[in-house]
């Protein structure tokens, strides 16, 4: 048959979702798992054992492979480096991956492209995260992250005296920790996100842009398209998916998550050059789903479109259910819900899947969307 | 994990298909195959190979199943019918399968509900055959078919003189061949299928009825809906289903083959209880695919709703190609096409896959639906 073989880090639900849109275009799909009984290993064929971090597995991963694919940034550059050398395709390459693995790369990055960030600083110790407080425009107070290893909140804290991230400084100074980012706390409205796609001949797409809402730093909810956006505004967010995908040289799907402040200015949130939650939505709710795009993007091939097949979607996660298996809310969902569930074992606020509502009238399908969510939860609506 | 088992017999695209809804569902898929490279067992974990009339194989795939399914009819019933007595559901059951194992079961059992057939008969002889034909109103010609083991055109002549199936009476009459039908060649203007969907405790849905266009003896193309119906006809069609469904207890998908004659009277045709060609499209253009509608029904879910999701979709097979590999069609795609390759090995005229385009135009629809097929077989379309 020889179907290209493309080979993926990571056997969560990104990679898991992968799987039939490899199924439709008759490609082969190989994902690299944590465990033999990970999401994506539940319904991939080839689906090695191995750590992301392990030369051996990654060798063994892209054996004969088209292309090697993420569906996290958790490989160590110099591995990634190495393969390319080689010759094997890795999209997206470390080049641009850094940008998504180190917050200050990033945020030095977007900044000399002219990408709009809210006020930011490197800060190497209490005394410069308490400048960077001092020049506080509005409350004086400043979001602090962890340049690297973070994810859905984990790493992020809003702060108001430098002791609050004492320990991260120290982590930091002596080795075990990385080094700490601290930006504006930025008075939203709310968040957007635009999702791109770019392959390495350099054609890009976007999809409409969303509103996300997050819940405790976890997305939870995203409405395609953002309700009420101007369309000024609209552009604007796609031109800078675009900047962005171009500017860091992105090969794949790339999710820009924004803020939008009173007006209507957008700031560059977070990166993640993979399939994203805020591009779920785009499996019932768009002509090319974000899964099918991104093996198109790393292959090369022609994208497809990315027009939205209904007016409204909105997509909730399902983080943790009262349910001890996840199916046995199936028979309690209305006809018009697609629900997605990925295999997980049920733990409080785990991501266990999503549902997605399409439709004419925002309101029913929002109000429709949420009592599904809350029906594979397990709680009221 | 715990998540219900769907055991299903056929290694084939069909199976293959289920693979994406199953995952989506959270389902654990387990499929028999004939052979560990077949369509399916690309793309499904669980895959034991066997024969589908070994009762040892039969015996390993509902080990621990929730229901036993089919993508063929061709499992001995007797072998069904012990399973089904030790308490497994099998969904269609074999009293439901067995109108689509034999079609002179099948006519009989529809001339008794009152659902309309071309004027039929047994024939056991060349005189029975002779007599058929000369009560032919129109053209003296009749359409004979072995009442088992036909498909695509398999098993079916147009005969204008007894000798033309002498093998097949010489075959039956040794008891290595199936029994005849005879049918009049009845002079349909074009054909249409109604796709229903009845799980075991009642409910049915039909999707909307589609136009099918065959070229020798093998679904080509597929309109949905089927242009210029008239509604009455629309009605008569999925009533003629409905009561198919009901009166021989079918479950799961059930495909409703029909004539349509110049005055709009239907004629039934072939049914078929599974997933069939003619509701591929339903992938991409409804909002429930008949995949996962059939999961749900065999499985005893609420059905999905089964709304087109565009005003036009249009599916075409994709029957041998100049493609040594399927995949080097991808690059010459548009980027509106959906394509399905089934992951099998080129041959003449073998059902390799299916592209679908939807759309507002069914002209500029069908004619990229056309392109777009031509491009994966390798030929001017």
């Not at 809402?213 to 604007?236: F, K, N, S, W, Y």
Request: with cysteine.
């Amino acid at each position: 048959m020889a179907a290209p073989v493309v080979a993926v880090v990571g056997g969560g639900q990104l990679a898991r979702m992968m799987a039939p849109a490899a199924t439709a275009l008759g490609l082969h799909l190989r994902v690299l798992v944590e465990d033999a009984v990970s999401s994506a290993a539940q319904v991939v064929v080839d689906a090695p054992v191995g750590e992301p971090g392990d030369p051996v597995a990654l060798e063994r991963l892209v054996s004969g492979a088209a292309v090697l694919t993420f569906e996290h940034e958790h490989v160590p550059n110099t591995l990634l480096t190495e393969l390319g050398d080689r010759g094997i395709p890795v999209h997206p390459g470390p080049d641009a991956l850094v940008h998504a693995q180190d917050k200050i790369v990033m945020r030095t990055r977007l900044t000399a492209l002219g990408v709009p960030c809210p006020r930011w600083a490197a800060v190497e110790s209490a005394d410069g995260l308490r400048q960077f407080l001092d020049q506080a425009t509005g409350e004086r107070a400043a979001v602090v992250k962890t340049a690297r290893g973070g994810y859905d909140g984990k790493g992020v804290r809003v702060v108001r005296d430098p002791a609050e991230v004492h320990d991260w400084f120290s982590a930091a100074a002596t080795g075990t920790g990385a080094p700490l980012l601290a930006e504006e706390l930025v008075p939203f409205t709310r968040e957007l996100a635009v999702l791109v796609a770019r392959r390495p001949s350099g054609e890009v797409r976007t999809w409409p842009v969303v509103e996300s809402v997050q819940r405790d730093g976890v997305c939870a909810e995203v409405i395609a398209p953002a309700p009420h956006l101007d369309p000024a505004t609209a552009a604007q967010a796609e031109q800078i998916g675009r900047t962005v995908a171009e500017g860091l040289g992105v090969t794949g799907v790339l999710a820009v998550e924004m803020f939008e402040l009173p007006d209507g200015t957008l700031l560059v949130n977070e990166l993640a050059m993979r399939p994203h939650n805020s591009g779920h939505w785009t499996i019932d709710g768009a002509v090319t789903s974000q899964f099918e795009q991104h093996l198109r993007a790393v292959l090369d091939l022609p994208l497809g479109e990315t027009a939205a097949r209904e007016p409204w979607s909105v997509m909730i996660n399902v983080l943790g259910s009262q349910h001890a298996v996840l199916t046995d809310a199936l028979p309690l969902l209305g006809p018009g819900v697609k629900v997605h569930l990925y295999g997980k074992a049920v733990r409080p606020g785990r991501k266990l899947g999503h549902v997605t509502v399409t439709g004419d009238d925002l309101e029913s399908v929002r109000a429709r969307a949420r009592a599904a969510a809350a029906t594979v939860m397990g709680v009221d609506a």
